[in-house]
């Protein structure tokens, strides 16, 4: 299983970027996925998740500013960051836990998100 972050970049205080997670396989679709960063010095916290059926929870820190979703077509988990802080400064990685059988999940490779002026 293979999964591929993208969309991280240097964004200001304030802006905008979306993140994509995708997956050859039928991976994604089988799964909740979910968003998750780490940052500098400090443990990988859990950003968003949206179970299989398009149910969403958030951090504290994000609700109202970031958005996760799905589009099991394209095998693509996205998460919309609005209003970027520089706390969100972070490496974010996704990550598939397959509903259909057990398994430890299958995380992406990670995407850096710099917030700075």
């Known amino acids: 299983v293979q999964l591929q972050a993208s969309g991280g970049g240097l964004v200001q205080p304030g802006g905008s970027l979306r993140l994509s997670c995708a997956s050859s396989?039928?991976?994604?679709?089988?799964?909740?996925m979910g968003w998750y960063r780490q940052a500098p010095g400090k443990q990988r916290e859990l950003v968003a998740r949206?179970?299989?059926?398009?149910?969403?929870r958030y951090a504290d820190s994000v609700r109202g500013r970031f958005t996760i979703s799905r589009d099991n077509a394209k095998n693509t988990v996205y998460l919309q960051m609005n209003s970027l802080k520089p706390e969100d400064t972070a490496v974010y990685y996704c990550?598939?836990?397959?509903?259909?059988?057990?398994?430890?999940?299958?995380w992406g490779q990670g995407t850096l998100v710099t917030v700075s002026s």
């Open positions: 396989g039928t991976i994604v679709r089988i799964s909740e």
């Open positions: 949206v179970s299989t059926g398009g149910s969403t």
């Open positions: 990550k598939a836990d397959p509903v259909t059988y057990s398994s430890s999940g299958y």
